[in-house]
């Protein structure tokens, strides 16, 4: 009897520990994704005819690696991000709207249409949401779309799908002014919402005049 009692025990707690190590293998994988700042050499710049040279502002999307013995996170399927803009102090909305985040790793949401002979294009809805969206993976550091800005200009411009809507991609709506404001970025995926602050510095009438980084949160409450 005593035997039989040692059994029926041993098999439960071997399933109770079958069920704790998967569950904790599945933590473990799940993904995990940080936001950076774009710290790659080579500048997102380019000029169009008749216009004067632009920038790209990105940030840097990671999936962090899974820790040893585990042999790596999940993707995060279908990930979606929002930018809200404040002004310095986070308390007051600069921009009302949300907006919905643009993967530049997707193709631009525009359709090629003739019109009297020419080729024009379209906001095609179907590629806007396509690009609303990125499936991050272990081995990939996609880069979100921040803002964009003027050679000569001292406005810069948050940046999105729905830009393209727009002359020189300068949606008036979404006009940022010299001056510092924070962003707050979530990130929308299995594992999420996740949050995090970045502060855009608008200094002057160059492209090398913006500058992105990321907000401490930490150190802040403890200087204030």
Known sequence: MIEFVSIILGFIFGIIASAIATLMIDYGTKPLLKIFQDDSPIRAQGQNPNHPPHEFYHLKVSNVSARWPLPGRRPAWACKAT??????NGTTRVIPEIIIARWPSQPEPLLPTFNSGHVTNILDPARVLMAQRYDVHNHDNPLLDIAIKYEGNQDCYIFSNESYLYQMWQNPN???????????IILY????????????????????????????????????
Not at 83 to 88: A, G, M
Not at 174 to 184: A, C, F, I, Q, S
Request: glycine share 6%; charged share 35%; no cysteine.
């Open 174 to 184: 979404w006009r940022l002014n010299n001056g510092t404001y924070k962003l707050k």
């Open 83 to 88: 930018i809200e803009v404040f002004d310095i």
């Open 189 to 224: 995926y299995e594992r999420g919402p996740k949050e995090f602050i970045f502060r855009l510095r608008n200094a002057g009438n160059t492209r090398n005049d913006l500058s992105l980084e990321i907000v401490d949160l930490r150190k802040e409450r403890l200087n204030s």
